[in-house]
């Protein structure tokens, strides 16, 4: 595709549940990055992978989170056992490689009530 | 730990004016800094990129300048538009091959009136 797709564009779940969030990220791009932004804020930091490995994961914030890209393109975000806390906006972006750009999806509206 | 703040936090301006927005860190030693607009419900859209070496970066009726040793920077935008409303964001990278981890300020909001 033509940007960073994120799916789902919303999702509600409930306190206690798994959640996946999925991100395509341009062709090529080699460098992949997911952020957190609660509302009012600027994105947070949570993981950066260079191709199929994580190369930062400094940002996670407990063992609940945990985030795969197992080909190197597509990765997945999940998150056990949610929280009221965990709901925020989850933004993933690409970019040509670990110099380039960023370029970010519409992020995935996580809801946990 | 680095720290990105940005003021004002909301910017209320006529059409056509043209205005600054300020964003500041508390660590000097950075890799590149980014401008970003963010429209509501929508990711975020680099709109200019400073590397540390630079002191500026121009694309159209946007100016950002960067001055390393105090910590700062600005987002100059020429004669304002309603279609320039959104929020504009501030990041700051902090390491070679890693431009892409950003710590970001918490934004202005801009509303552009007709």
């Known amino acids: 595709g033509a940007g960073v797709s994120q799916t789902p564009s919303n999702k509600v779940t409930e306190k206690g549940k798994y959640v996946e969030l999925r991100c395509d990220p341009i062709?090529?791009?080699?460098?992949l990055y997911w952020y957190r932004q609660s509302l009012g804020q600027g994105p947070e930091f949570l993981i950066y992978f260079q191709g199929t490995g994580a190369a930062d994961d400094s940002g996670l914030p407990n063992d609940r989170f945990f985030a795969v890209r197992p080909e190197g393109s597509v990765s997945t975000l999940k998150i056990q056992r949610t929280e009221r806390g965990d709901s925020a906006v989850y933004l993933c972006a690409s970019s040509y490689t670990g110099v380039s750009p960023l370029h970010f999806g519409n992020g995935t509206r996580l809801t946990v009530t | 730990k680095q720290e990105v703040t940005q003021i004002p936090a909301a910017l209320s301006v006529p059409e056509g004016e043209n205005l600054v927005l300020n964003c500041s860190f508390t660590?000097?030693?950075?890799?590149?800094l980014q401008w970003f607009r963010q429209d509501p419900g929508k990711g975020l859209t680099s709109l200019l990129l400073i590397q540390s070496s630079q002191r500026e970066q121009t694309s159209g009726r946007l100016n950002a300048s960067l001055d390393k040793s105090s910590g700062r920077s600005t987002l100059y935008i020429a004669a304002s538009q309603p279609g320039d409303s959104a929020t504009y964001l501030c990041?700051?990278?902090?390491?070679?091959?890693?431009?892409?981890?950003?710590?970001f300020g918490q934004g202005t909001e801009l509303s552009v009136k007709p």
């Open positions: 990041a700051v990278g902090g390491a070679y091959n890693q431009g892409g981890k950003l710590i």
């Open positions: 660590d000097s030693a950075i890799y590149n």
């Open positions: 062709s090529g791009h080699t460098a």
